[in-house]
């Protein structure tokens, strides 16, 4: 099931949701232009949690720079997906300002707790995938009774139908929550670092969504 679009009305142009999008499409397009340059580049502005732990002052940046760098076509595109169907409500309910340091801060946070998982790790953390789960924890708890219009594939028939808002960030929580603790499990067996998807920052962004929304204003504007 991909979400094409929820049925919730805005009030204001979500100005910074297009504009997250836009900045993520055009780094990401520098990031192809890089060649042999892209590993260097992605070392000096994706979180290091090592180099975090070892050199913080120097390093913190990164929390927030990592946000805007992916490591492919599908991270890319599903970020942006999530990003463009729930961004927007979001926005509309704590204003621009907000809204900006909401996004900023749970991505932040999110790294972080991938970083708590394994500090002396020297694998690249990056993505907008921390700050979009903050944006799905502030949504399901803003609107827990909306409706999604979702493409969905049966068989050879695509269809698009309406699903709970509740349940399509439900899916994406407990694959979340189930894929981290088996992540947890490979790293108590095994003694070597493997790379992948920072599951921990996806259940971070999420909590602090929760957490964070009320504190920036989610609830302030009245339906």
């Known amino acids: ?12 142009t979500p100005y910074l949701t ?3 999008i836009g900045m993520n499409v055009l780094i990401f397009f520098h990031e192809l232009s890089l060649g042999r340059q892209l590993e260097p580049f992605l070392e000096m502005y994706a979180v290091i949690p090592s180099e975090l732990k070892s050199n913080f002052a120097g390093e913190w940046q990164t929390l927030f ?10 991270h890319l595109l599903s970020n ?7 961004g927007n409500n979001i926005e509309d309910r704590m204003g621009h300002f907000k809204y900006l340091l909401f996004y900023l801060s749970c991505g932040a946070l999110a790294a972080l707790c991938q970083c708590l998982i394994d500090f002396n790790s020297t694998i690249p953390s990056l993505g907008a995938s921390g700050a979009i789960s903050g944006i ?3 949504y399901i708890i803003r609107f827990p009774q909306a409706q999604v ?9 695509i269809t698009t139908i309406r699903v709970p808002a509740l349940i399509l960030i439900g899916i994406f929580v407990v694959q979340n929550v189930v894929s981290g603790l088996a992540s947890l499990q490979a790293a108590a067996n095994m003694s070597v670092q493997t790379g992948g998807v920072a599951y921990w920052a996806h259940i971070g962004g999420f909590v602090f969504g929760i957490i964070l929304g009320p504190v920036f ?5 009245d339906e």
């Open 1 to 12: 099931m991909f979400p094409l679009y929820d049925e919730n009305p805005t009030r204001i």
């Open 80 to 86: 942006m997906l999530y990003l463009w169907v729930f």
């Open 65 to 74: 720079t990592s946000q805007f760098l992916h490591g492919g076509w599908w």
């Open 149 to 157: 219009m979702t493409l969905t594939f049966l068989f050879f028939f």
């Open 18 to 20: 297009y504009g997250l």
């Open 136 to 138: 799905l924890g502030a």
């Open 217 to 221: 204003g989610l609830f302030n504007r």
